[in-house]
């Protein structure tokens, strides 16, 4: 495999950039190369203000489970507010919020630490304590974003259930982090129309089921009509009224829980994966610089919901480490129409963008189905710098945005990274490296990825394998909330070295060394960005005792979300067809729907009498995967206790 369609950095880029070029790059791989301790503790001391200098660096003692800085005491709350505000600058914006409908509302570092400070105050009086867990169920609002402030503010660890979860999941997660109160909107404002937000809050705590839990907090987003129990559901505006403008930061250690965030593993199960304050805020930071090459003038948008990890990173915490200027979009990328992204850039003039593949594969096929759309009506001009995150993005689609979007003259940073990596871990720097379109290219500076086999031998360049990391870096999960054990097999397992393993494959490049991820080697899906379990929908659908006996769920390639969800079910009648079939499908769509929210929805639902099992009764994913592509299935099948099967699953209804 050799890559060669290589953009180069233009030299203004080269000039101006915080980092200048393949020689500044590489240095800064030396200097973490020679002295690992020394390269982070200067970049910790650099981007974050301590209020307790921390004295050591690294600690390794109770590896797989390491800490960082952990002697340092610092809050991200002052790092992301007071101290930009002391420096001079608290009426620059810090939030240029742009609604559902429209309208917008700027909001300066000044008046968000107001709100801040206000609404840490109110929790404070509400009995929330540092260590305490607060979910918070919210959409795109300045209120979101203050709420995740406010609660580091005060030491309390935040964690945000995205809107789309169900009302079962949002339970799931309150119940696991034995939260104490969860924050939340009565309605969010969405594509035109609203949708409940209190409504399933109150289904999630139906008949006491979260005893840990005391007060629900409730923004006033839409008015909407909402049910009300008193004594526990309380107005934000309410809580609010009256507090003091000013609240003393809580000093945490570096280890304290910023954030749990639960996302989709192997099993069942979500995990709460748990990050820490000091290093994962150092992470967020100094990728905000690096990789987005953020300048005091710029416009930042990253298009990510706070619900996902790229909102922590690069909406919450990193751009607002620097004192940036940020987009927070309330809406959907298709609403009045598909030209919302490029006439909101237009409008606030955005300089750096940072949005997902499958986001902009399915504006290119607007686009290309309407002249209206097109990003060539709109003037792009603003835009320096371009973003891609959260899948692989194909060839053409880097091409057209590149083209389209960015005017050819806009470098696109293709980041690699996960919830339980912090911030970027493989992406270009824009003033340095040259791209590969569908590469991530080369690890951040101090992030030392590899590719490796079954056993952690390295792979040579050119020959795939399993993607890990070498060494511990500041912004690592540090545990999975409630099960240490599963956090060690699941990213540390016995065999490989005592490496981190990322759970995707990838190659290099055999002539430029350059990563390009192949996807995840685990069973885990990635849908729109996405990322879901197979078994997680598998124990959804057989949750469905009424109708369903067994279900498999397997990924096959989709042009515009890049994976799909296709599940084969074997129900406890006899095999339904035609529009029985059809009424079933929809029936088992929207229990999923229910059960975990609606993007986890199977696209593609096949009946069978069985599934293909061996003779030792496992089912044969692999076999599904062909199935599911529209394959025959070439392979041997010797194996399997009932060949047949694998033909009538293939069969449309
Ligand atoms: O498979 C990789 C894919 O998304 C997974 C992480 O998902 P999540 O934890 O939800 O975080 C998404 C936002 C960081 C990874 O294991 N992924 C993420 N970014 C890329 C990617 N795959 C290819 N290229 C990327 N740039």
């Given at each position: 495999?050799?890559?060669?369609?290589?953009?180069?950095?233009?030299?203004?880029?080269?000039?101006?950039?915080?980092?200048?070029?393949?020689?500044a790059?590489?240095?800064?791989?030396?200097?973490?190369?020679?002295?690992?301790?020394?390269?982070?503790a200067?970049l910790?001391?650099?981007?974050?203000?301590?209020?307790?200098?921390?004295?050591?660096?690294?600690?390794?003692?109770?590896?797989?489970?390491?800490?960082?800085?952990?002697?340092?005491r610092?809050n991200?709350?002052?790092?992301?507010?007071?101290?930009h505000?002391?420096?001079?600058?608290?009426?620059?914006?810090?939030?240029i919020?742009?609604?559902?409908?429209?309208?917008?509302?700027?909001?300066?570092?000044?008046?968000?630490?107001?709100?801040?400070?206000?609404?840490?105050?109110?929790?404070?009086?509400?009995?929330?304590?540092?260590?305490?867990?607060?979910?918070?169920?919210m959409?795109m609002?300045?209120?979101?974003?203050?709420?995740?402030?406010?609660?580091?503010?005060?030491?309390?660890?935040?964690?945000?259930v995205?809107?789309?979860?169900?009302?079962?999941?949002?339970?799931?997660?309150?119940?696991?982090?034995?939260?104490?109160?969860?924050?939340?909107?009565?309605?969010?404002?969405?594509?035109?129309?609203?949708?409940?937000?209190?409504?399933?809050?109150?289904?999630?705590?139906?008949?006491?089921?979260?005893?840990?839990?005391?007060?629900?907090?409730?923004?006033?987003?839409?008015?909407?009509?909402?049910?009300?129990?008193e004594?526990?559901?309380?107005?934000?505006?309410?809580?609010?009224?009256?507090?003091?403008?000013?609240?003393?930061?809580?000093?945490?250690?570096?280890e304290?829980?910023?954030?749990?965030?639960?996302?989709?593993?192997?099993t069942?199960?979500?995990?709460?994966?748990?990050?820490s304050?000091?290093?994962?805020?150092?992470?967020?930071?100094?990728?905000?610089?690096?990789?987005?090459?953020?300048?005091?003038?710029?416009?930042?948008?990253?298009?990510?919901d706070?619900?996902?990890?790229?909102?922590?990173?690069?909406?919450?915490?990193?751009?607002?480490?620097?004192?940036?200027?940020?987009?927070?979009?309330?809406g959907?990328?298709?609403?009045?129409?598909?030209g919302?992204?490029?006439?909101?850039?237009?409008?606030?003039?955005?300089?750096?963008?940072?949005?997902?593949?499958?986001?902009?594969?399915?504006?290119?096929?607007?686009?290309?189905?309407?002249?209206?759309?097109?990003?060539?009506?709109?003037?792009?001009?603003?835009?320096?710098?371009?973003?891609?995150?959260?899948?692989p993005?194909?060839?053409?689609?880097?091409?057209?945005?590149?083209?389209?979007?960015?005017?050819?003259?806009?470098?696109?940073?293709?980041?690699?990274?996960?919830?339980?990596?912090?911030?970027?871990?493989?992406?270009?720097?824009?003033?340095?490296?040259?791209?590969?379109?569908?590469?991530?290219?080369?690890?951040?500076?101090?992030?030392?990825?590899?590719?490796?086999?079954?056993?952690?031998?390295?792979v040579?360049?050119?020959?795939?394998?399993?993607?890990?990391v070498?060494?511990?870096?500041?912004?690592?999960?540090?545990?999975?909330?409630?099960?240490?054990?599963?956090?060690?097999?699941?990213?540390?397992p016995a065999?490989?070295?005592?490496?981190?393993?990322?759970?995707?494959?990838?190659?290099?490049?055999?002539?430029?060394?350059?990563?390009?991820?192949?996807?995840?080697?685990?069973d885990?899906?990635?849908?729109s960005?996405?990322?879901?379990?197979?078994?997680?929908?598998?124990?959804?659908?057989?949750?469905?005792?009424?109708?369903?006996?067994?279900?498999?769920v397997?990924?096959?390639?989709?042009?515009?979300?890049?994976?799909?969800?296709?599940?084969?079910?074997?129900?406890?009648?006899?095999?339904?067809?035609?529009?029985?079939?059809?009424?079933?499908?929809?029936?088992?769509?929207?229990?999923?729907?229910?059960?975990?929210?609606?993007?986890?929805?199977?696209?593609?639902?096949?009946f069978?009498?069985?599934?293909?099992?061996t003779?030792?009764?496992?089912?044969?994913?692999?076999?599904?995967?062909?199935?599911?592509?529209?394959?025959?299935?070439?392979?041997?099948?010797?194996?399997?206790?009932?060949?047949?099967?694998?033909?009538?699953?293939?069969?449309?209804?």
């Amino acid at each position: 495999m050799t890559q060669t369609a290589l953009y180069q950095p233009s030299a203004e880029w080269q000039a101006n950039a915080h980092v200048k070029g393949m020689a500044a790059y590489q240095s800064l791989v030396d200097e973490a190369d020679r002295d690992y301790e020394g390269y982070w503790a200067r970049l910790a001391r650099e981007f974050i203000s301590w209020k307790t200098p921390f004295t050591q660096v690294l600690d390794s003692s109770e590896a797989p489970f390491f800490k960082w800085f952990a002697d340092g005491r610092l809050n991200a709350s002052y790092n992301c507010l007071d101290r930009h505000i002391e420096a001079g600058k608290g009426d620059k914006t810090a939030l240029i919020f742009e609604a559902d409908d429209g309208a917008v509302a700027r909001v300066s570092y000044s008046e968000l630490l107001t709100r801040v400070a206000q609404l840490a105050n109110a929790l404070k009086a509400r009995g929330v304590k540092k260590g305490d867990r607060v979910v918070i169920y919210m959409s795109m609002s300045v209120e979101g974003v203050a709420a995740m402030q406010a609660c580091a503010r005060i030491g309390a660890t935040h964690s945000v259930v995205f809107g789309g979860f169900s009302a079962q999941s949002l339970r799931d997660r309150i119940q696991d982090a034995g939260a104490v109160m969860v924050i939340t909107a009565d309605e969010q404002q969405r594509g035109g129309k609203a949708l409940p937000l209190k409504a399933i809050v109150d289904e999630a705590l139906e008949g006491g089921s979260c005893p840990t839990l005391k007060d629900v907090i409730v923004y006033k987003r839409t008015g909407g009509k909402i049910n009300w129990v008193e004594g526990r559901d309380l107005w934000l505006h309410d809580v609010t009224q009256g507090q003091a403008s000013t609240c003393e930061p809580e000093w945490v250690e570096a280890e304290h829980p910023l954030f749990l965030l639960y996302t989709s593993g192997s099993t069942g199960k979500p995990k709460g994966v748990q990050h820490s304050t000091g290093g994962y805020l150092l992470h967020a930071a100094l990728t905000t610089k690096w990789t987005f090459d953020l300048q005091d003038s710029d416009v930042f948008w990253c298009t990510a919901d706070i619900g996902w990890v790229t909102g922590h990173s690069y909406i919450t915490y990193g751009p607002l480490a620097l004192g940036g200027t940020e987009i927070v979009f309330e809406g959907v990328p298709t609403y009045p129409d598909a030209g919302r992204f490029w006439q909101m850039i237009e409008k606030h003039k955005v300089t750096v963008f940072y949005t997902a593949p499958t986001a902009i594969r399915s504006l290119i096929k607007a686009a290309e189905g309407s002249e209206a759309v097109h990003p060539a009506r709109y003037d792009l001009s603003s835009l320096r710098l371009l973003g891609s995150v959260g899948e692989p993005i194909n060839p053409a689609a880097w091409e057209w945005y590149h083209k389209h979007v960015g005017g050819s003259r806009c470098p696109i940073v293709d980041t690699f990274w996960q919830t339980e990596t912090g911030g970027h871990m493989i992406t270009p720097l824009p003033g340095a490296t040259p791209l590969v379109p569908g590469s991530c290219t080369l690890p951040f500076p101090g992030i030392t990825t590899a590719i490796v086999d079954e056993l952690g031998n390295d792979v040579p360049n050119g020959q795939g394998g399993i993607l890990v990391v070498k060494k511990p870096w500041p912004s690592m999960i540090r545990t999975i909330w409630n099960d240490p054990e599963r956090f060690k097999s699941s990213y540390y397992p016995a065999e490989l070295k005592g490496y981190y393993l990322a759970g995707d494959g990838a190659i290099r490049d055999a002539d430029t060394g350059y990563f390009t991820i192949t996807g995840r080697i685990d069973d885990v899906l990635n849908v729109s960005g996405h990322r879901m379990g197979t078994m997680e929908i598998e124990s959804a659908l057989v949750s469905c005792t009424e109708l369903v006996a067994e279900a498999a769920v397997v990924g096959r390639p989709d042009d515009t979300t890049g994976e799909a969800i296709c599940a084969f079910v074997v129900l406890k009648r006899a095999r339904p067809h035609g529009d029985e079939a059809k009424a079933i499908a929809k029936q088992l769509r929207d229990w999923v729907a229910k059960e975990i929210g609606p993007i986890a929805k199977p696209k593609d639902i096949r009946f069978g009498d069985n599934l293909p099992k061996t003779r030792s009764g496992k089912i044969m994913r692999r076999l599904l995967r062909n199935v599911a592509k529209g394959e025959s299935v070439t392979q041997d099948t010797s194996t399997l206790e009932n060949p047949a099967i694998l033909e009538q699953l293939g069969q449309a209804y």
